[in-house]
């Protein structure tokens, strides 16, 4: 009977403790909680701590911080035709438990809903822009856009979109090689152009830079000739004037010219009669001996 008793006290006791232990509840800082008994919400609980429900009660908790929600990547056609493959995320928040219980229930119906309205909203927005103004300074206030008209869209689910960012926007990968290869050729055809130029402007420098040495040169010629002809003219007049003062002396003072010229060195030879004039003065006795016998 003791032995009985006993463990029947056992159970009680364990019992009674399981009572209170499903009475107890935990809530953490980054957390707020439902009280749900049969099905319908009783109490917001948004204070961290212990607290306590009673034992049909059940506790549904959500998350209080930004939670991450990304868009798959969306090709957008922008105003001016373009197409564009845009990667976008938004950050959102539960601030009304109650309201999210009601309409979503858990996280992932959430972001499932969220994700089409982040598209569309993305489309519509983007949409309404240039290719140009989507890397400008207008971006930021394009995400702002996305930002409040998706607020509008969810404002009965009880959270809020705190921020919305385009991580990446550019042409599809054909665009961009096509788009590659127009700057390259354009690129090209402005190098061709420019070398085209260059060489013109080469030619022209050229052809002016040979005009003025062929100018220079004909003028060095022209100046070089007329001092020639006044030397000429001077010598053939100091010569002249030589000549008449001792035409004898003149005439042997070239003839030793024409010997120095002649014999200069020292192994010349020449073929002449020995009563040439050339050696008048090779003779003995003034003016030579062939110059004598002429006398």
Same mark, same amino acid.
Request: charged share 35%; hydrophobic share 35%.
């Given at each position: 009977m003791n032995r009985t008793y006993t463990i029947a006290a056992a159970v009680a006791v364990l019992f009674v403790l399981g009572v209170l232990f499903s009475c107890v509840y935990t809530i953490y800082q980054t957390q707020q909680a439902i009280i749900v008994q049969f099905g319908q919400p009783k109490a917001i609980v948004r204070e961290p701590g212990l607290h306590f429900k009673l034992p049909w009660q059940q506790v549904s908790y959500f998350d209080r911080r930004l939670l991450n929600l990304d868009a798959k990547s969306e090709e957008v056609i922008a105003q001016d035709k373009k197409r564009i493959q845009v990667d976008a995320f938004a950050r959102w928040r539960i601030i009304d438990p109650l309201l999210f219980y009601q309409t979503q229930n858990t996280q992932d119906q959430a972001i499932a809903r969220l994700t089409p309205i982040l598209s569309s909203n993305i489309r519509r927005v983007l949409g309404s822009q240039n290719f140009a103004a989507m890397l400008s300074m207008r971006r930021s206030e394009l995400m702002h856009d996305i930002r409040d008209n998706m607020n509008q869209d =969810?404002?009965?689910?009880? !959270?809020?979109?705190?921020? =919305?960012? !385009? @991580? +990446?926007?550019?042409? $599809? $990968? %054909?665009? @961009?090689?096509?788009?590659?290869? *127009?700057?390259?050729?354009? *690129?090209?055809?402005?190098?061709?152009?420019?070398?085209?130029?260059?060489? %013109?402007?080469?030619?022209?420098?050229?052809?002016?830079?040979?005009? %003025?040495?062929? =100018?220079? +040169?004909?003028?060095?010629? *022209?100046? @070089? @000739? !007329?001092?020639?002809?006044?030397?000429?003219?001077? +010598?053939? +007049?100091?010569?002249?004037?030589?000549?008449?003062q001792d035409p004898d002396f003149f005439a042997f003072y070239r003839s030793m010219q024409a010997y120095q010229d002649t014999f200069a060195d020292g192994n010349g030879s020449v073929v002449l009669s020995p009563s040439s004039d050339f050696f008048r003065y090779f003779g003995n006795g003034p003016g030579g001996s062939a110059g004598a016998k002429r006398k």
């Open positions: =969810v404002k009965g689910f009880g !959270i809020v979109v705190a921020d =919305v960012r !385009i @991580s +990446k926007a550019d042409l $599809p $990968p %054909e665009n @961009s090689r096509a788009i590659y290869q *127009r700057m390259q050729k354009e *690129r090209q055809r402005e190098a061709a152009e420019y070398r085209a130029q260059g060489d %013109e402007t080469a030619q022209r420098i050229r052809a002016r830079a040979d005009r %003025e040495v062929t =100018v220079v +040169k004909a003028e060095a010629t *022209r100046e @070089s @000739s !007329i001092l020639r002809g006044e030397g000429d003219a001077e +010598k053939t +007049k100091t010569l002249g004037e030589a000549y008449s």
